[in-house]
């Protein structure tokens, strides 16, 4: 019954910004922390940010300073802010509420987000 859906993936040039967002629904949100993974053909998956119920977050490295991951509880919402795109940014995002890891997960469809002049 838990869902996770993700919008605001689309087509942005370098140097320009998307805001993605996930919807949760069928689970206590505010229980789970949160993250932003994203996935390129022939590439694993990683994760981007995370952020816990308190607000503390996480980055990789190589979108410190442009990406701001956030969360509503009362909305039961996280976001992806994205700025100054890359086209290595370009990817599948999907959102995951962390229980553990393995089965214990919950993922979202995934978002395309594609970064080219």
């Known amino acids: 019954q838990a869902q996770l859906v993700e919008s605001g993936g689309g087509l942005a040039q370098p140097g320009g910004s998307l805001r993605l967002s996930c919807v949760a629904s069928?689970?206590?949100?505010?229980?789970?922390?949160m993250g932003w993974y994203r996935q390129a053909p022939g590439k694993q998956r990683e994760l981007v940010a995370s952020?816990?119920?308190?607000?503390?977050?996480n980055y990789v490295d190589s979108v410190k300073g442009r990406f701001t991951i956030s969360r509503d509880n009362a909305k039961n919402t996280v976001y992806l802010q994205m700025n100054s795109l890359k086209p290595e940014d370009t990817g599948v995002y999907y959102c995951?509420?962390?229980?553990?890891?393995?089965?214990?997960?919950?993922w979202g469809q995934g978002t395309q987000v594609t970064v080219s002049s």
């Open positions: 069928g689970m206590i949100f505010s229980l789970y922390p």
């Open positions: 952020i816990i119920s308190g607000g503390s977050s």
């Open positions: 995951n509420a962390y229980g553990g890891g393995y089965n214990y997960d919950y």
